[in-house]
């Protein structure tokens, strides 16, 4: 979670390196990959 206001940052500044989809899909995705880790740990 304390990752969350770094991915959006990068959104929102945009990076050369990474295409703005990419970066876009990544922000739901997280949530998704916390409550798989959650789930089983």
Request: hydrophobic letters at 60%; proline letters at 7%.
């Amino acid at each position: 979670m304390a990752v969350f206001p770094a991915n959006i940052y990068m959104y929102q500044k945009g990076n050369r390196a990474i295409p703005k989809w990419i970066l876009l899909v990544r922000l739901p995705l997280q949530f998704v990959l916390i409550a798989w880790a959650y789930l089983y740990t």
